[in-house]
Structures are given as structure tokens and as C-alpha cells.
């Protein structure tokens, strides 16, 4: 079977009988197309589910786009095709899709694994078009403003999605992101009750974060940035040298 994320994806099938799941469609169909890598097959079938008005409001289908999509950017066949060189953009946008169906979260804790990966990939992709400067803000913006559309419980994106917005020039929208940002950090229970992924990218947000506040004069904003991370990462060496930078 295809990669970890998919036994999720059987249990959620398993219990298809019980609570709201019953008056869903199981779409075990994509699941079967989505385990033989039949991606472009699954990804016309979900997205005639999303046109049709009898299974447009399901959250699955949506989530299936995202999830073909993903793997059919990390595949040298599909990044040569002229519709498919945005897939991994794509799978950010459909993952949202997803999210605004899935409001109440049905199904969103099923898919842990497939939420890492993705994650991994848009904050890795958002924080080098952040270093690389002005030049790549706007591309880095998106894919932290994606990160919070599907996963506005991810502190680490609002974080970033602030800097970004401070980047670009959207004061207002920097200060709600890191409203945001708080918000969600203390709605996790703190740092340690994150997720690996979401860990690694709240330790580069404020190292980032501290840089920033720093290059405003604002160096006793920095130094409460970085002691926000204390407990959690000083056992890390750039975060340690980071943190001391500004004792």
C-alpha cells in the first residue's frame, strides 16, 4: 500500500457507518486509483465529484485533488507536462479547497501524515523564497498564506505568513498574522505540543521573527522571540547561537 498517510484513509473507510460519515460517500473509488498511482485517473474522477452538485459539498474529493497532485509534482514525468509544473501549488490550493468543506474537521485529524508531507514541502519551498530576498517574497507569501488556509492551526505559518506580509509591505496584514500567530501557539499548548514538522518550522519563524524585530531596533522584541523557543530548541545549535546573539 502506498505510503503511510493512506491507512488513515482505510480506517476512515472502515467507519464510513457511524456519526456524520454515514451520509457520506466513501469514495473508495479514488482510493483505489490513488493506490495504483493511477493519479490523473483519480484526479479527473475527484474533480468531476467537485462539479457535481450532488457531491460538490464533500470534503474528500477535494483532499484526493490535493493529494494527486502532490505526488505528481515530485515526478520528473509530470513536471515536464506545461499543466502539471504547478502541481505542488496546486496541491497547497486544493488542500484548502478541502478544509473550507471540512470545517468541523471530520476528517482532517485521519490525514496526519499527508499534512506533514505537504507541509514540509510549502515551508521548505516558502522559507528559500523568503531568504532569497525581496525577489521572492511574494512567491514566499503564498505558500505560507496556503499553509493557513488548510492548517490555520499550524502557529509556524501564521508566523511566517506576518513576516511575509511585513516583507511586502502589508503592515496591517503583518500585525493580524502575528495576532494570529499567538493565538494559535497558545491554542497548541506550546512549542513541545506540535508536530515534528510544525516544530521545525516555528524554530526557523523565530529565528527569522528576532531578525526581523532586531533590523527594526527593536532588540528587546527580538530577545522575547527567541526566549519563546528557549525550552524547546536551545539543545539545537543554530537556535542556540541565535539565542545567545541577542543576550
Do not use: H
Request: net charge negative.
Amino acid at each position: 500500500m502506498k505510503r503511510l498517510f493512506l491507512v488513515p484513509v482505510l480506517a476512515v473507510l472502515a467507519f464510513a457507518g457511524t456519526g456524520r460519515a454515514q451520509d457520506k460517500k466513501p469514495y473508495d473509488d479514488l482510493l483505489v486509483k490513488y493506490v495504483d498511482e493511477k493519479y490523473e485517473e483519480c484526479l479527473a474522477k475527484a474533480e468531476r465529484y467537485t462539479m457535481n452538485d450532488n457531491t460538490k459539498r464533500d470534503p474528500l474529493p477535494y483532499l484526493y485533488m490535493s493529494m494527486c497532485l502532490y505526488e505528481m509534482s515530485k515526478i520528473p514525468k509530470y513536471q515536464a507536462m506545461e499543466e502539471y509544473k504547478k502541481a505542488d501549488r496546486d496541491a497547497l490550493k486544493w488542500a484548502e479547497k478541502y478544509r473550507k468543506k471540512d470545517k468541523d474537521k471530520e476528517f482532517f485529524n485521519n490525514y496526519e501524515d499527508y499534512w506533514g508531507e505537504l507541509n514540509t514541502m510549502a515551508q521548505e519551498s516558502g522559507l528559500n523564497e523568503y531568504d532569497s530576498g525581496a525577489k521572492g517574497m511574494s512567491k514566499a507569501r503564498r505558500y505560507f498564506d496556503s499553509m493557513t488556509g488548510y492548517y490555520p492551526e499550524n502557529p509556524g505559518a501564521w508566523l511566517m505568513l506576518g513576516l511575509t506580509n511585513y516583507g511586502s509591505n502589508m503592515a496591517k496584514e503583518g500585525d493580524e498574522a502575528i495576532s494570529k500567530y499567538k493565538a494559535a501557539l497558545e491554542a497548541a499548548g506550546g512549542i513541545d505540543r506540535l508536530p515534528e514538522d510544525q516544530k521545525k518550522l516555528m524554530k526557523a519563524g523565530l529565528i527569522r521573527y528576532a531578525e526581523y524585530l532586531d533590523s527594526k531596533g527593536d532588540k528587546s522584541g527580538a530577545k522575547a522571540a527567541m526566549e519563546t523557543g528557549k525550552e524547546a530548541f536551545m539543545d539545537d545549535a543554530e537556535f542556540k547561537a541565535a539565542y545567545e546573539s541577542y543576550q
